[in-house]
DNA sequence: AACAGATACCTGCTCGAACAGGTAAGTGCC
DNA sequence: GGCACTTACCTGTTCGAGCAGGTATCTGTT
């Protein structure tokens, strides 16, 4: 874990300073940089959680619709993850490398090739699920019932927010310009 | 920008059902889903405004602290940032090679080195300061200041259980023995 | 002074994320 | 059939993030 040297100190903070990085950033921004803290640290934990199973942060999102909704086509992961096809062709090879994933080609389309989860692969369902409820209750604890609905509320309008931004901006987002071409070498 | 396709579609959704990826791992975590969802979008744009300035994501961070802090050693920063002696020598080597950065070495410990933002980052500064406005401005907006606060607040509160979730199980997480251990080959 | 241990930094690796470019296969149109 | 165009997938690259290991250098103790 990064954060070890830290852990154990500032356990009074009631919330703010909880990391201490902030500089004019958070004055600028703090609920994008607390937006960027807590991302951070569920990350972490997320990987944590995940690497005791054997998969890495991302693949088991990949997993988990396999199991649920059976063979699909890597574009149609592509779409269910909102990804990126080169992303998820590595992610695939990598999780067929692990055993985890089998690749039988498309009867339909010779392009495209359908990607199944393994019988070991079901072994780690339970664990996945578990790791995610795990995970659900650290972030979570503390918080009513109540809480936690107005929590996931706000998050998800804060995400509608970013949704729609990115809508009205055309989605190729060039817009607003006035910091001249970026000086890149 | 990966998720191009789909933009435009679903704009009545109040907030559920933005993306649309939700497989069981909604079901088994709404919040944790919501947060990771919320940070890709968050990180999405966060680069994509900092990629017109010539920075890539977490290079600000770095920059911003040098600007208010003036020159610090490799050490500082990943305090400062929480991040990783690794990852740091990297990311102050392309800041250097981009000419962002200056390195001198430290006259009290031969082992440091100096990081020191260059004249030429410094125009950068305000550019860097007003994204991060505009950032906050789009995942913020339609809020109130007083939804905002509490936005705030839920976020830290979030973050501050699972700081506070780390230093519980000693910050070295190696806890809760239950699945084996993981069959990585 | 000599040693052990901590510290500051570097390098090697794997992984996801994103961009650019390339190939094969499918599709529509004339 | 021949043509342009799209789609599905792969490869190469850069970047952050994290882990493991290595080398200087500092520091406290004896």
Known sequence: MTQSPKAGKDPAGSAQGASVPLPAAAAGGPISHAIFRLA??????????????????????????????????QTDLVRLLDSDAATMTRTVQRLEQAGFVRRRPDPTDKRASLIEPTAASHALRREVEQSWSTLEDLVTSGLTPDERAEALHTLERLEHNLVEAAADSGCEGTEEPQSGGSARP
């Open 40 to 73: 951070r640290l569920h990350r972490m934990y997320a990987g944590q959680l995940l690497r005791r199973i054997g998969l890495h942060p991302g693949q088991e999102l990949v997993m988990m619709h396999l199991w649920e909704l059976g063979p699909r086509r």
